[in-house]
């Protein structure tokens, strides 16, 4: 992906920094979803008195693209930190890797992880989740290529 573009991604994932509803951790989690469309879905993490129906921002932004009939994606940067302080990275949860494993070629799709326009790292989601479960596991396709070979984006 062009810098420029990463930058922007990266601008957008601190933008929702403000928007994090956090009253519990106090770690703020921001997100940028750039979908094959082109468009930027964003995200924030949003915490729950009662914890257990916390959600992450990574996992926001998936689903409100997906609720829109989205299900391409390129890529997704994610920011966060203690009071939305970026003073490390912020790889997203177990949980988050599985959700995008439905949705992205694990072998294509990048993570952008943050702590400022010009200090990022890229990873694939293959790189973050070796060896994942997804669809293609599941699919007749599967017992031929073997895990990960995912023909569904
Ligand atoms: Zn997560």
Avoid at 2 to 25: D, K, N, V
Avoid at 102 to 118: H, S
Avoid at 142 to 148: D, K, L, T, V, W
């Amino acid at each position: 992906m062009p810098e420029t573009e990463i930058q922007e991604l990266i601008g957008t994932a601190i933008g929702q920094l403000a928007y994090s509803y956090a009253p519990y951790s106090g770690f703020r989690v921001g997100a940028a979803l750039l979908a094959q469309n082109g468009r930027v879905y964003t995200g924030c993490n949003i915490e729950n008195a009662a914890y257990g129906p916390s959600n992450c921002a990574e996992r926001t932004a998936f689903f409100k693209a997906v609720s829109e009939g989205v299900r391409q994606f390129r890529a997704i940067c994610v920011v966060g930190g203690p009071e939305g302080r970026l003073d490390a990275y912020t790889p997203p949860c177990g949980v988050c890797r599985q959700v995008m494993m439905e949705f992205c070629q694990p072998e294509e799709f990048e993570i952008i992880l943050a702590t400022g326009i010009k200090d990022y790292k890229v990873y694939t989601l293959k790189e973050l989740l070796p060896q994942g479960f997804g669809p293609g596991n599941l699919s007749k396709e599967s017992e031929e290529n073997g895990p990960g070979n995912i023909e569904i984006c």
